[in-house]
């Protein structure tokens, strides 16, 4: 699986990501890193068939609104430590990457994971 990390996410949410076989980047490695637009991010998310991963509300109505980015993990925990973000992540990583390859949009909650059933054939 092929996931672009968000700004506001650890980036020691790579290397979680990579030790579990994934091939994972954060925003940080793009052209303008941590300056990216929502709408970089997006396209080069898209680009790659990468599933963006973020704490961002804004991707989650873009996602909707107009289907990018293509591919949407949603983090919903509110504020939590990176120490239980990626606790979480290493818990439900194998969910994750199952709801991921079934659904373009997944929220990741801190006692659930939501699959989001794709809305239009063409999503």
Do not use: C, Y
Not at 97 to 121: I, K
């Amino acid at each position: 699986m092929k996931f672009l990390v968000d700004a506001q996410l650890p980036a020691h949410l790579i290397s979680l990501l990579s030790q579990a076989g994934h091939d994972a980047i954060h925003v940080a490695t793009l052209p303008r890193g941590r300056r990216s637009t929502d709408a970089e991010v997006a396209a080069a998310a898209d680009e790659e068939d990468r599933v963006v991963v973020t704490k961002d509300r804004d991707f989650r109505d873009s996602h909707l609104l107009r289907g990018t980015p293509r591919r949407l993990l949603a983090v919903v925990t509110g504020n939590i430590t990176n120490a239980a973000l990626l606790a979480l992540f290493t818990a439900n990583l194998e969910q994750i990457v199952l709801a991921v390859e079934e659904s373009r949009f997944v929220e990741l909650g801190p006692t659930n994971l939501v699959v989001h059933e794709d809305r239009q054939a063409g999503l």
